[in-house]
Structure formats: structure tokens, C-alpha cells
């Protein structure tokens, strides 16, 4: 029994004592960037709408953050006057080609990794998961990481006997079938990701009154 209690008091020690790694913003506060080019977020879901869907929602939160955010549908043109269409390739473009061409300090690169609705016999449940890097156009250094996920989550199994769980779980993927399900979802994964102050989330901007707090702690 010693030896048990000996062995479960150092197992404790070892994990139920450790404490999260605190986030290195190191890179972050040396660069303080200013302005944020968003760049179309890759997509690697089956959904076609994952890319345009996340991207017209990330400005928002990267605003109230107190980034200046270029606007995105002017990004957008411009990458497509350059013959640049997809994501892949305008990922592939040189951080100081998108410094000459936007003169931006930093640019945000997304990937998405779940975008959509599993369906199941009795539900479904729609889920977006992203990632995301900060990268300095000057230096071409990454200054921030980060990832995020958020799921609808709520079960319709709650009475109504086998039939009418079969009936709503039939008309929720009808009506799923026909909408972008995923659009809300992505707009709580994009706050989720790119909102300030959560822990190891981005910084305040310049914009923000919490600024100079975050950049001098």
C-alpha cells in the first residue's frame, strides 16, 4: 500500500502538477506589426465554400483585436490581376513580393482542416477547424501560430420517440444540403483563432487600448 500510494503521489507530481508552457511572443512584440494582409486561406476540406466562407469572416476579429486589416475583396483582386486564383499558389508568393505589391507589416496564412457536416442516423454535427501563422513581410520571420476549432455540437435527441429524431435528423440534413452550414460555424472558429487577449492567442494591435500593456509585459 506504501509503495501504491508512493508510486500515484509521484505520478501526480509529474503530470497533474505541470503547468502550461507559457507562449513565446517574442517575435511578435519585436515586430509590432501595424497592418495585417490576409491572405485566402487554404483549404483542405472536402467543402468548396471552407475558403471563401473563413475569409470573409476573419477581418472582424483581427479589427477589434486593433489591427488595420487591408481589405480583403481588394486583396482578392489584386492576386487575380496578377494571375494568381487559388490559394495555393498565393500562398507560394514571396514575402517581399507582398510587401512591394501591399506594403503591409505582416501577412496572416490560414489552413483549414474541417469544414462541413457529418451526418449520422440520428444527427449531425457541423465542424471547422483552422490554423493560422503571423508572418513578418519584412524579415519573413513567424511571429505568431495558433489553432482553433468550433463544432454546432448540440444533439436533437430529446424525446419525441425514434420516428421524430429520425424525421429532424432527415430535415436537418436536407436543409444543410442546401446552405453553407459551416458559414456560422467558421465565424466562431475565426473569433476563437484570431481574438486577443485568450491565452496564447494574438496580441492587442496598435489599435487597441490594451496595446502598450501587451507589448511592454
Known sequence: MVKLVACLSALMLAT???????????????SRPRS????????????VNATYSMLSQ????????????????????TFKQNGLSNAAEIHAVS?????EIFGADAALYITISKYGTTYMILDSVTEVT????LVD??????????????????????????????????IKQIVNSVTDAGHPIAG????????????????YGPRSAHYEKDVIN
Request: with cysteine; net charge positive.
Open 95 to 99: 514575402t517581399n513580393k507582398l510587401k
Open 188 to 203: 466562431i472558429a475565426s473569433n476563437r483563432l484570431l481574438s486577443a487577449g485568450r491565452p496564447s492567442g494574438l496580441l
Open 36 to 47: 495585417i494582409l490576409v491572405l485566402p486561406p487554404l483549404n483542405e476540406s472536402p467543402d
Open 58 to 77: 476573419v477581418s472582424y476579429p483581427l479589427a477589434e483585436a486593433g489591427y488595420y486589416v487591408l481589405p480583403v475583396t481588394l486583396a482578392n483582386e
Open 16 to 30: 497533474g502538477c505541470a503547468t502550461p508552457k507559457k507562449y513565446d511572443y517574442t517575435a511578435l512584440k519585436e
Open 137 to 170: 513581410l519584412k524579415t519573413g520571420k513567424v511571429l505568431w501560430t495558433g489553432l482553433a476549432s468550433a463544432s454546432s455540437g448540440e444533439s436533437s435527441n430529446s424525446g419525441g420517440g425514434i420516428i421524430a429524431v429520425l424525421v429532424t435528423a432527415a
Open 130 to 133: 483552422a490554423n493560422a501563422k
